[in-house]
């Protein structure tokens, strides 16, 4: 018989920005406000795009459109790429759609129940699931 847990009280958050029906919605959002780049330029995905979004994201950039990315075989791509969408912890909020100064409470939140729900794994998944989510070298 499976042994019921009860599990943290949890504070009520309120969603505090419209909901975005799709990706476009919040990539348009992004964009009124400034918190978007679009490359027109074809950039290489091989070493270019990559070399690009790691600088921009280290600087806390914007998020980067690459209209023509260019494929590994010199073609240029008919899909765009998006990168650095969450690159920033007010980006992060508003895809949540919550305010950024409410995202330490989503996270007393949302943390005792990822515990208690890890709490009933195996240990051998447990430990599988605990590696995955150290940070690598």
């Not at 980006?91 to 409470?105: M, T």
């Amino acid at each position: 018989m499976l042994k019921r847990r009860v599990l943290p009280e949890m504070k009520v958050l309120r969603r505090t920005m419209p909901p975005f029906s799709d990706l476009r919605a919040f990539v348009g959002y992004l964009e009124s406000r400034g918190q978007l780049a679009r490359v027109a330029k074809p950039i290489s995905v091989v070493h270019e795009l990559t070399e690009i979004h790691c600088r921009v994201l280290k600087d806390g950039g914007p998020a980067l459109l690459f209209e023509q990315p260019i494929k590994a075989n010199g073609a240029i791509s008919e899909m765009p790429i998006l990168v650095n969408l969450f690159g920033t912890v007010e980006r992060v909020a508003w895809g949540l759609g919550i305010a950024p100064e409410a995202l330490p409470a989503l996270g007393e939140t949302v943390a005792p129940i990822s515990f208690e729900l890890m709490r009933g794994c195996e240990l051998a998944s447990y430990s599988r699931l605990k590696s995955m989510t150290r940070p690598r070298p």
